[in-house]
């Protein structure tokens, strides 16, 4: 069962930019939970590419994206963004969202957690592919 929905994904050209959207399903709270975005590639293992904390004041990246990609939260529309600019054909992949307790969201580390019981709190994905 997917807590969350993801949309914005597309096929752009390298250094075009995209907008990621995340919210809750019906009936799932994400308004006081940190969130975070992971990717994962056809073949490699997911990655976690940003996060941000509950009141949004903290915000981390991997370092593959920083200055590039810019995360946010809109709690009036209970939504939370991942601005992607410059991108690049290594950011092709199936991105998705993540919620707590299901993340470890700090300066050096943007990980699931997988010591929270049960499954994490996830959306189906949505596919950025960026290719000329």
């Known amino acids: 069962q997917y807590r969350l929905v993801e949309s914005g994904g597309a096929l752009v050209q390298p250094g075009g930019s995209l907008r990621l959207s995340c919210t809750a399903a019906?009936?799932?709270?994400?308004?006081?939970?940190?969130i975070a975005w992971f990717r994962q590639a056809p073949g490699k293992e997911g990655e976690g590419v940003s996060c941000i904390t509950v009141s949004g004041s903290q915000t981390y990246y991997t370092d593959s994206v920083k200055g590039r990609f810019a995360i946010s939260r809109d709690h009036t529309k209970n939504m939370v963004y991942l601005q992607m600019n410059d991108l690049r054909a290594e950011d092709t992949a199936l991105y998705y969202c993540?919620?707590?307790?299901?993340?470890?969201?700090?300066?050096?580390?943007?990980?699931?957690?997988?010591?929270?019981?049960?499954?994490?709190?996830r959306g189906r994905g949505t596919q950025v592919t960026v290719s000329s």
């Open positions: 019906p009936g799932f709270e994400m308004d006081w939970r940190g």
């Open positions: 993540v919620a707590d307790p299901y993340i470890d969201c700090e300066e050096d580390r943007i990980e699931l957690e997988t010591r929270a019981p049960g499954e994490p709190y």
